[in-house]
């Protein structure tokens, strides 16, 4: 299990901590008191002074290398997809959202982000989902008349902040502590499977829009690109090397293969004249469209304000569970994070970004779901240590087995804030220049990686590997074991239904539908001891259930502090697994 | 260690060869006998002798289901490159060898070595080197006189073939039972790095033949095709799924990965019109120059006849090294062999091959360095065992590791002999059709793999990987940790010089040199117990030595079968390691 005890001193005070840690919760209180909703501002008023004594130290415990690789890791993973969706999106608005409108909306997100928000680790950025969200919105509207896109847009946002708001307010982010392992790894799932996929559509839009030798020429350069930063990875993992040595090649992987692959693709000869799509840039500062920031949404037609109202709705729906579910993963068991977490607050100012996006006429940031952990694991202190397993074979043949620990997390507002200020550099001239030297191979290639390490490192797929090894090989202690194989099939049909739920509404609605299922169905078939190996919750930290008015009660369950059965097992024997591509324990 | 216990059971009786196995040696012979040069013919009627009892038993006992998954395997593995070489040679020499004089060669080498070797299991067929070789006098041949290349080539066979019949008679492949480990493994990797090299090649060349976008997609289909084999082997050597079905995705790895990459470059769109290289074919069972299948040697000046008589020589020379190490690794430790080996007899044999082929203007077959390992690989059974190793944790937490153990060999002449009639199926006109849909990128592929199989499982490898692994995490019982790291480093340069030699010198002469370099220099550099762990005999077994006169003599070194701790500790702790896709025992 992961210890604390050689966490970064944290300067606040820990009888603070204690108390402020169990002062927002409704389990004794009686009355009209008891009814979250009527209580307006508790659980943001709370996050706020929760977290607050951190803040100073949230500036200074940032002084160490783990802040300096993350920001480099951070800069890749956020900045290369959302590029990526902005190509789609620029694409499918009538150009209406450019390279510049999604740098200014991370840039802005991050800043927001990382000075304001209770919980800084959560990045906080431009998702497919918007990008979907977006141009369906488009195909509507230019139905009716084209030239009101912006404005509508603008009202969108503006009713989405104002949902926002309304649910920060009425303390409705507590219903996130009833996502288990169940709903957030079908969840990460469905992501890691959009990654892929859109990887895979990039590489075709080569072939139509750019012809055959684009198109196979960028198909070769996403493989190899996938394959070094996989490798690169994996030797962060091994044992190879000294700590130091293969954590730099992790740490760099993403900078390694992209100005590699980059570079791969200029060498003169038949790379250059393949002539591949390369990042489209227009001015540097400027709306991609001859326009000002702010959207004039003062002149759209009434009636065309409130047709934005039920998007309004849907965008806040969207961003519930998107953010709340990328926040709480970034919280997740195996992060040893010890400064409170703080949902309500996060959530409100969302809406605020949301606002902000809205009357600019930018694409709307929120949590992200692959990066927001792999943010946090790229602050976390991981050691590699030595267990000495004495077997009764005699002397010297003892066996040697590398466990990896989470030691503590360098929890700091600047990693995030740093990156933030990274985009803003991007949108200048000379970097925009660097931008427009990157075939979109190699963003075909970050969607792989990305995906496949939420497809990969899934539960889903570990108890699916468990379910077709050969039975004797299965150590005798492996907890899953307990269940029936029928039961695990069970348990991964129905995540993968969700998956597929998902894919099919090609929204996060579906995604939501799975926390009420996992509360009232899941039960019914599955016994208490069985969900306690096969289910977890996705963050037990007090620190983080403190925001949300205490650990949940799922009926007629064990507590469910006493499950994660096959967690707990696992990171006794091998220790904790790494947000990376992909990496399995086995 | 290997079992024999499980053995198919052998025909013949044990005694028969217990008494011809010490029959053929020099050990006690004092005078003129004791010179195994003026011995003539001693050799070669040992080995007839001491096989001839079994080859009944050759025949009865390849009924079995491992012969069916060898014949498969191996005419993937013998067919592919061959026909990539061709694509080469054919090229360099004026289109003289084309595919069906490869077909010929292959087809030829294979029903005589499989009815008539004492040693059915090496494969025998076309390699690079021939390829080389050929196009080398071409180019010195078209000097001087281009007409009479068909000719002189014949002549250089005759001149072949005779060498060879001396050197059998000679006795003198008695000195191969001076190949260790260090020349074995040098040459292997030199090998698979050649393989590898070819398969680049082949992908540049559709660049400058085809276009770059039959490159590109070349490029693209070669690393999936290695991927996709790679994995399907890998999963041979896990324990998912039940043993069998695992094992069968290994043995078919090369007909599913060729099925479905060959279709796959038939798809109508990008893929179809990507105009890719394919095989080039002319009309069934004729040569592909206009002429009959004899050349009309007698009709060469006399002078030419004698400019073929140092090429003759060289051929022996590279066919000495290349054909005793092929049926030495074919016949190495780690197979549970049971009938005796044959050199003398079969370095006679292929004399008479080289004579047939000379004489009928096909290129000369000789033995397969990766090939003839992997034919006695697919014919071996593999057994995973479950090993359980009692830890001091207590009951349940004990460590289940899979062993794979070679129980027994299909010691037969069957799958050879099938895999020719293959061949020649090949030849004929429907099949040499479905031949021509083949794109030259699967066959780069096979190279990759092939190579990379030479490579990657290459004892070099293993080595090194030990040098760069961090020292807490190495087991305390690993037999390299008695050897200092420098003197490691200094026995993998001393292996990668001669790997550099031998591509520098493009031959197998340097090759050649590492044995007496092994004999003669190495014991000066390395104590006699770090040769024992860092060496090893590739082959020990008591029936392969007895061909080659008893066991070696190594000036000053500890008895050879003491040395190889590092495969017997690599053995007792994981079993051995198959000769798949770079399988390397970590």
Redesign the interface.
């Known amino acids: 299990m992961p210890s604390a005890s050689g966490a970064a001193d944290i300067s606040s005070p820990p009888i603070e901590r204690e108390r402020s840690a169990v002062s927002y919760t409704y389990d004794n209180i009686k009355g009209w008191k008891n009814m979250r909703l009527l209580r307006i501002g508790r659980g943001v008023y709370h996050d706020v002074r929760r977290r607050l004594p951190y803040y100073c130290s949230d500036i200074r415990d940032a002084w160490t290398y783990r802040t300096v690789a993350s920001i480099i890791r951070m800069y890749f993973v956020n900045m290369l997809p959302a590029i990526a969706y902005t190509l789609d999106m620029n694409r499918r608005t009538g150009q209406f959202y450019g390279i510049n409108e999604s740098l200014f909306s991370s840039a802005l997100a991050a800043m927001v982000f990382s000075v304001f928000a209770v919980q800084p680790l959560t990045i906080v950025g431009i998702t497919g989902l918007i990008s979907l969200f977006n141009y369906t919105i488009y195909d509507i509207v230019t139905i009716y008349e084209p030239s009101i896109y912006p404005e509508f847009m603008c009202w969108v946002g503006i009713w989405g902040a104002i949902f926002h708001w309304i649910v920060a307010l009425c303390n409705m982010c507590d219903y996130m502590r009833y996502v288990t392992d169940f709903s957030s790894e079908t969840f990460g799932f469905y992501v890691g499977t959009i990654y892929i996929s859109k990887g895979v559509e990039e590489l075709i839009s080569e072939?139509t829009t750019k012809g055959?030798?684009a198109?196979?020429?960028s198909?070769?350069v996403a493989?190899?690109y996938f394959l070094t930063i996989y490798s690169l990875e994996a030797i962060g993992s091994s044992?190879?090397?000294?700590?130091g040595f293969r954590g730099f090649l992790a740490d760099y992987a993403y900078v390694i293969g992209t100005i590699f692959w980059v570079g791969f693709s200029h060498i003169p000869g038949?790379l250059q004249?393949?002539n591949v799509t390369r990042v489209p840039i227009s001015k540097a500062f400027y709306p991609t469209q001859p326009r000002g920031w702010l959207i004039q949404f003062w002149e759209l037609d009434t009636k065309w304000v409130f047709a934005a109202l039920p998007f309004g709705f849907l965008i806040m729906l969207l961003f519930y569970y998107d953010h709340n579910v990328s926040s709480l993963t970034a919280q997740a068991r195996h992060f040893p994070l010890r400064k409170p977490a703080g949902f309500h607050w996060d959530f409100f100012l969302l809406g605020c970004t949301t606002f902000i996006a809205g009357i600019t006429g930018i694409p709307f940031p929120n949590g992200l779901v692959p990066q927001a952990p792999v943010h946090t694991d790229s602050l976390t202190v991981y050691d590699t240590e030595?267990r000495i397993?004495?077997?009764?074979?005699g002397e010297?043949?003892?066996?040697?087995?590398?466990v990896i620990s989470a030691v503590a997390v360098v929890e700091q507002r600047i990693s995030h804030f740093v990156m933030g200020l990274g985009i803003i550099g991007t949108m200048t001239g000379p970097i925009l220049v660097v931008l427009h030297t990157m075939p979109s191979a190699v963003f075909a290639g970050v969607f792989f990686i990305v995906g496949w390490g939420s497809v990969g490192s899934s539960g889903i797929m570990r108890k699916a590997?468990h379910l077709?090894?050969?039975d004797?090989?299965?150590?005798?202690?492996e907890p899953l074991l307990k269940v029936r194989s029928r039961k695990v099939m069970l348990w991964i049909a129905c995540q993968l239904i969700g998956v597929a739920a998902c894919v099919a509404i090609s929204e996060t609605i579906a995604a939501i539908a799975l926390i009420p299922f996992r509360v009232w169905i899941i039960p019914k078939w599955f016994s208490r001891d069985e969900i306690s190996v096969l289910d977890d919750m996705t963050a037990d930290n007090k620190a983080v259930l403190a925001s949300l008015g205490g650990p949940p009660h799922f009926p007629g369950e064990t507590h469910p502090q006493e499950s994660g059965l096959e967690r707990r097992y696992s990171e006794q024997k091998r220790g904790v697994s790494r947000q990376r591509a992909g990496s399995i324990h086995r």
Request: net charge neutral.
């Open positions: 072939f055959h030798i198109g196979f020429m198909c070769m493989i190899l044992t190879v090397w000294r700590p038949p004249s393949a030595l397993i004495p077997t009764e074979e010297g043949s003892e066996i040697r087995r590398p590997i077709i090894q050969e004797r090989f299965v150590q005798r202690d």
